[in-house]
């Protein structure tokens, strides 16, 4: 399926309810989101609309995945799969969604209180989820 088809009809809205009951089971989540490779949000949750730009957010992951992709090449490593960013408020994840071409990913900021294991585990999880809903 295409990035086009993927942003549209009711891929989409199943993509977008996932994301919804995503924040709401996994502790500290502030905000998720399902990207393209080349920067544009096909669907996001958050706790705090106020908080973030989802737009701005999805072209930086964009920005993030390429030059992660391009570490890892220069490295000499296959591909890369996750990015983690660690702060003192909390964690950004992102992680790519396994078998779907063109690449989308998931992107998973949290508070201090999130577990960085769970949320690992959980962002995994969700991402196979992802995998099965847009490949269908």
Known sequence: MSAKAILQGSTRIACSDHLDEFLTQTPG????QLTTADGFEVAAAMRDPKKSSTAKLAAMSSS???????MVIESGLETSRNLIIESDDGHIVMMSIPKIKPAMSLMVVSDRSAILGHLLWATKNSTQT???LIDS
Request: aromatic residues 8%.
């Open 130 to 132: 992802f995998s099965k």
């Open 64 to 70: 993030l995945h390429a030059l992660c992709e391009a």
């Open 29 to 32: 989540i502030m905000l998720a």
